[in-house]
């Protein structure tokens, strides 16, 4: 495992989601574990140039066949050992869910299956590749334990968590070739099912996950200078998600979730399920893609588009607070 500092944060921020996943399971590699390596024709995508270099025993490629893929990986998993299965989110949510549901739901096999690319980041592909409603299928699919790592060393944390975790985890991957640093000191624990506080505040809590938690931030401080109290969550795993830290905030004034992903079913979604069982419970305001098909376009044209961009995000929120 590398040892973990700025240089480390910097040098995982410029490898990419992929990349950094590609390092980590190096690295895991070079500790000594056992795992097998499971593509659909994207190896070289998913980091795996070491892997297949160093350790050619421990990586299968089924070609351009999802499906197979995670039959393959069930077969590989039988035998004890953790498998990574890696292709894009959208076809490793919605053209395997069948699959997924069998291996890794009613099985619960040992799979780590990593949906590369998720969220809006191949927006210039249109629907076919982006914004995949990988969460919503996911959390339909009981007992899979579903990851958001928001930059590269939460990415490099989160594997490591899912290898030593024993049942399938599905890991969604945003972001591109060049991630924005959003802890910005290695030294803390990623522990699957338990949030991470990044930044303290009173009036509105901001709950997000994956790489658009950098939008957030700009937003927290453009609220920050208009006197608004911030608290900001990152909400790496979806499920199960963090009961205890929405318990102790469900007094606040606002609660804002904000994901690149559908709202149906997405990580707000969620949130408001768990709430509304409760009595006390906070006014939420929800933050994403609204049931349509993005337009293609670049990343930032479509978080545009759908209201996500920093200065739309502290619009919106100022509007829920009744603020001219």
Known sequence: MLLMDKKVIRFLARMGARGSLGQALFDYAADDNDFFAVSADLAHASGYDRIIKNYPERFVDVGIAEQNLIGVSGGLAKSGIPVVATTWAMFASARVADQVRNFMGYMQLNIKLVGMDS????????YSHANPPDISIMRA????VILSPCDGIEIYKAVYAAMKFKGPVYIRLTGGDLLPIIHRDSDFEFKIGKAITIKEGDDVVFISCGTILSNVLKAADMLENMNISVKIIDMHT????DI???DEISNCKLLVTVEEHLLQGGLGSAIAEYYIQKKIRPQQLMLGVNNIYTQP????????????LPEQIVVAVKGKLNII
């Open 119 to 126: 969220g809006l980041i191949q927006s210039r592909f249109s």
């Open 141 to 144: 699919i009981p007992g899979i």
């Open 238 to 241: 979806i499920s199960p998600l």
């Open 244 to 246: 205890d830290i929405l």
């Open 297 to 308: 376009g670049t990343i930032n044209f479509v978080q545009e588009k759908m209201g996500l």
